[in-house]
């Protein structure tokens, strides 16, 4: 069958992106549904950093992909052996396809599935190969998922059947932004009520760990960005206290406010200066959590010394160290109960050829979440 889908051909193309137009609204055939893979109509599709960081060059993949990651949509088709899903189920994707089987997955740790991070990185499905031709030949799948789109073939591995009563374009949000973000505090840093946090970075990731760390029941949530615009609603969502990280003193004010530091300090920008500021803002025996992904050759340094002396923790989290079917029912049934507002997160929804414009919005930065409306 044929879908309207969003393809990059080349990396690194300049900003503004409504000019030099990285994302190409192409026609491409799509394959049925193999094996354990399911065809979904893309009703809702988020704009997130991880897609910036493949246009700008900063995550490399192979060329051309399909963009999209944070997808949801109706099943319309089911491949053989799928007996879990059906035709009409709503679903949202998931970025990391887990096999159940290697040693990550036995641990009860999908998002470090080998097998699902292979294919990822290889732009393939988890069935192998793509799904996704032009006449030129093969378009390249990312993460399993390629939302920007009419229409994904997707593995089971990589879907979650959800409610039907939520709109899609909050539906949608779950599938990386909640999971990342309200994961990082309750599964990776285990957040303990009472404690102190603060949230270096607050785009869609770094505002859903605001909303977990009150959910975790912490007494002061500090928030941090260089975008004041964004303190208003890190406010709503929990923060006790806001600062401006392009001030210099940043770092004293923060230390000198709380008395130290902090127990917990999330990294969400994926820049090596926030994860300085996170690192010193981090009181003596706290612990520092990034979810931030940024290039490859990008190093951040700190006193060794300091990590004995002061018994400190850095800790990655990547895709919130959630296992997907089972935590984003529960973070949807959060959200119906009014505990985790997601909806709040959405500052605009585009239609599919105004995807451009809608990553040169998200990198300035003046937006929390921009989701595609299909």
């Not at 080349?10 to 900003?15: I, K, N, T, V, Y």
């Not at 996704?132 to 997707?154: D, I, K, T």
């Not at 700190?302 to 997907?324: H, M, N």
């Not at 909806?343 to 595609?372: C, H, M, P, W």
């Amino acid at each position: 069958m044929k879908s309207r889908v969003a393809v990059l051909h080349e990396m690194g193309l300049s900003a503004p992106y409504a000019e030099s137009k990285p994302l190409k609204i192409e026609t491409l055939e799509l394959d049925n549904p193999k094996q354990n893979e399911v065809l979904v109509q893309i009703k809702a599709a988020g704009l997130c950093h991880s897609d910036l960081s493949v246009i700008n060059g900063s995550r490399p993949r192979p060329m051309p992909m399909a963009l999209g990651h944070e997808a949801a949509g109706i099943i319309v088709q089911v491949g053989e052996n799928v007996t879990q899903f059906q035709e009409g189920d709503h679903v949202v994707c998931t970025f990391i396809p887990s096999c159940g089987h290697c040693l990550s997955c036995r641990e009860g740790r999908p998002a470090l599935c080998e097998p699902g991070d292979q294919v990822n990185k290889e732009g393939e499905l988890f069935g192998g190969g793509s799904r996704l031709h032009s006449e030129e030949g093969r378009v390249n799948h990312h993460l399993g998922v390629s939302g920007f789109a009419e229409y994904a073939v997707v593995s089971t591995n990589s879907i979650v059947k959800v409610d039907s009563g939520i709109p899609f374009e909050t539906i949608a949000l779950f599938g990386c932004a909640v999971i990342t973000g309200v994961g990082a505090v309750i599964n990776t840093a285990q957040v303990q009520p009472g404690s102190s946090v603060a949230v270096v970075g607050l785009g869609g990731i770094g505002l859903n760990a605001v909303m977990g760390a009150k959910l975790a029941g912490a007494r002061e949530i500090i928030a941090i960005d260089i975008n004041q615009g964004k303190f208003d609603i890190a406010k709503k969502f929990g923060a006790t206290s806001v600062y401006d990280s392009s001030e210099l003193d940043v770092v004293d004010q923060i230390k000198t406010a709380t008395g130290g530091g902090l127990d917990y300090v999330f990294e969400t920008a994926g820049v090596v200066p926030a994860m300085e500021v996170a690192y010193q803002i981090t009181k003596r025996g706290g612990t520092t959590v990034t979810t931030g992904l940024p290039h490859p050759e990008h190093k951040f340094s700190f006193p060794q010394v300091t990590l004995a002396a002061e018994e400190r923790t850095i800790k990655g989290s990547y895709v919130g160290s959630c296992i997907p079917s089972r935590d984003i029912p529960h973070f949807i049934e959060l959200f119906k109960q009014g505990r985790l507002p997601v909806d709040l997160l959405l500052s605009d929804t585009l239609a599919l050829d105004e995807i451009n414009e809608g990553f040169d919005r998200l990198a300035k930065g003046d937006v929390s979440r921009l989701v595609v409306k299909l």
